[in-house]
């Protein structure tokens, strides 16, 4: 007993010997990570140098580029086209990020705290998959359909309209340069609400449900527990679905493409489908190199900012919890 315990006192304090073993642990771990690491190398940095590179050049994509210095980023600061279409791509935002946000929210709250309350998660979970669909769909497959329900003639929208007494109220939705942009704001509300809804649902989860039922005893009605316990408790996810969505609206092309190919009159002309046919339909390389860069520019510090945003209001929420 009195060696035993002698041995222990002597170990007291002593770290065990684990340099060896945990440098060949974090060895392995470097490699699992080096073929991400390396296509990331070769579908990301690489192209976006090269990009870069060709920005700073008058080029038709034919024979050798013309070094022009900023000659193209000047040009891009004076074209009024370029202004237009990151214009439309705010609206863009407003219908990808802000509405589906906002709706979004509202929608989760209801599944959670009332929907599935009342009639069962197994409810909330198939109104969830619904409303989720829109994502699982392909946008060419989506933007056909709708330019199918939009058609000005054998539309289903109008058709719907002229067979409930209002006729009057029949458009051409794309094809109208006055209303076009906002017919494809709404294909990407509907497109887009899924995402908002899945992810906050997800972190209504972690939500003590002892605060909505300490609030519902002392009289709070639902839209109080939802101003004062759901937007607090879920903030990091709002930073985060806000992040992603004004990202993805920035970015946004296919939708554009099949719906109105940026028609009518440029009405609904976004930077990344600007790009596009500069590069392709105009043959300006240098050019539409540039429009890229500064659009990517623009998405990386907006992406950095929520970051941010989305860090510190994780910090917040660890801190009143300690």
């Not at 296509?39 to 034919?62: D, H, K, Q």
């Not at 998405?299 to 917040?316: F, H, N, S, Y």
């Given at each position: 007993m009195t060696i035993t315990v002698e041995r222990d006192v002597r170990t007291v304090?002593?770290?065990?010997?684990?340099?060896?073993?945990?440098?060949?642990?974090?060895?392995?771990?470097?490699?699992?990570?080096?073929?991400?690491?390396?296509?990331?190398?070769?579908?990301?940095?690489?192209?976006?140098?090269?990009?870069?590179?060709?920005?700073?050049?008058?080029?038709?994509?034919?024979?050798?580029?013309?070094?022009?210095?900023?000659?193209?980023?000047?040009?891009?600061?004076?074209?009024?086209?370029?202004?237009?279409?990151?214009?439309?791509?705010?609206?863009?935002v407003v219908a990808?990020?802000?509405?589906?946000?906002?709706?979004g929210l509202v929608l989760a709250a209801a599944l959670f705290d009332y929907i599935g309350k009342y009639f069962g998660s197994k409810v909330a979970a198939v109104l969830r998959a619904c409303f989720y669909l829109p994502q699982v769909l392909p946008i060419a497959v989506a933007g056909i359909v709708w330019s199918w329900i939009l058609a000005p003639d054998n539309g289903a929208l109008n058709a719907l309209l002229k067979a409930v007494g209002l006729g009057s109220w029949q458009q051409d939705w794309l094809g109208d340069p006055d209303i076009a942009l906002y017919s494809v704001m709404g294909v990407m509300v509907w497109v887009q609400l899924g995402f908002p809804l899945v992810v906050f649902m997800a972190g209504l989860q972690r939500v003590?449900?002892?605060?909505?039922?300490?609030?519902?005893?002392d009289g709070a009605?639902?839209?109080?527990?939802?101003?004062?316990?759901?937007?607090?408790?879920?903030r990091p996810e709002i930073y985060v679905v806000l992040t992603w969505c004004t990202v993805a609206?920035?970015?946004?092309?296919?939708?554009?493409?099949?719906?109105t190919k940026g028609g009518p009159g440029g009405a609904t002309d976004v930077p990344s489908y600007f790009s596009f046919t500069t590069f392709f339909e105009k043959t300006q390389v240098g050019y539409g190199a540039a429009?890229?860069?500064?659009?990517?520019?623009?998405?990386?510090?907006?992406?950095?900012?929520?970051?941010?945003?989305?860090?510190?209001?994780?910090?917040?929420?660890e801190g009143a919890r300690a």
């Open positions: 304090g002593k770290r065990p010997h684990t340099g060896p073993r945990r440098a060949r642990a974090q060895t392995s771990y470097a490699l699992f990570l080096l073929p991400g690491v390396l296509a990331f190398l070769v579908v990301i940095i690489v192209p976006f140098l090269m990009n870069t590179g060709v920005s700073f050049t008058e080029w038709s994509g034919i024979g050798s580029p013309k070094w022009t210095g900023l000659a193209n980023y000047r040009q891009l600061l004076d074209d009024s086209e370029f202004w237009t279409s990151f214009r439309h791509s705010l609206f863009m990808m990020a802000v509405v589906p946000t906002a709706i003590d449900p002892q605060l909505y039922e300490a609030a519902e005893l009605g639902w839209w109080r527990r939802f101003w004062h316990i759901t937007l607090p408790q879920i609206a920035l970015k946004v092309f296919g939708a554009v493409y099949v719906l429009i890229s860069t500064v659009l990517t520019v623009i998405i990386l510090v907006l992406a950095m900012v929520g970051l941010k945003l989305q860090t510190r209001a994780e910090d917040a929420e």
